[in-house]
């Protein structure tokens, strides 16, 4: 957004790591806009309802723009296709930034529940991983600003319905409690890590009534001439890129 404005260039060859250079990232951007482009991710269950489309590009920018400014890595459990790599390779303003991205694939009801029942599994392989790499690096523990660069900043269930419904093996009522209990999961991990959980719907309807009534916080974007419009309880786009 923005690329080819000077005042928005992103500069990605800072010799700094971790949150540091993110937020140098960040710092680029133009400071008197960059809140009204995009809402912050709050704690807690956020539901993003896309008008007339999947919304992929808007569901990877909130992710990019969140990790930009948090240390942490993201999880991303993912159905539909919402991880196009090649879409967030277009729109991330460095490679380190893609690298925070942990994606696990359920193509199926089965395999999309057992990924979020996983997750925990895969956070704490990560940290090991993390902390590993960084002792044998130079020992550095990263942020100075309290945040943890090993524990995760942001978890992302795009689509989180989708292979319930896609499943015919499944009757509706077994669809109905398995999707309730990968919902109660996901608000367990919001608490438990303390982080945004960002999930959207395939369908509004009384199947997904469920994830609306868990998501503590809503936004909706609707498609206009201009670009993306999104609204939220404390957030409207007020300027477009």
Request: net charge negative.
């Amino acid at each position: 957004m923005g690329e080819h404005s000077p005042a928005n260039r992103l500069v990605v060859d800072q010799p700094t790591r971790g949150a540091d250079h993110n937020r140098s990232l960040a710092d680029q951007a133009d400071p008197a806009t960059d809140e009204m482009l995009l809402p912050k991710l709050d704690n807690g269950i956020t539901l993003l309802d896309v008008e007339g489309s999947r919304g992929v590009p808007i569901l990877q920018s909130l992710v990019l723009d969140h990790l930009l400014l948090h240390a942490g890595p993201a999880f991303w459990i993912a159905a539909n296709g919402h991880a196009t790599t090649t879409t967030l390779a277009q729109i991330a303003p460095s490679r380190r930034l893609l690298d925070r991205i942990h994606v696990a694939r359920g193509f199926t009801a089965y395999q999309h529940y057992g990924a979020v029942c996983d997750l925990p599994a895969a956070v704490n392989q990560s940290i090991q991983e993390s902390t590993a790499n960084n002792h044998a690096q130079d020992g550095q523990p990263a942020d100075g600003d309290g945040e943890s660069p090993y524990t995760p900043s942001l978890i992302v269930a795009p689509a989180v319905d989708a292979q319930y419904r896609a499943n015919d093996t499944l009757g509706d009522r077994h669809a109905n409690t398995l999707q309730a209990r990968t919902l109660a999961r996901l608000a367990t991990y919001a608490d438990g890590y303390d982080i945004p959980v960002l999930v959207t719907r395939r369908t509004i309807d009384e199947f997904t009534e469920s994830v609306a009534t868990v998501a503590a916080h809503h936004l909706e974007c609707e498609q206009t001439r201009m670009g993306p419009r999104i609204r939220g309880e404390e957030f409207e786009t007020l300027i477009y890129p």
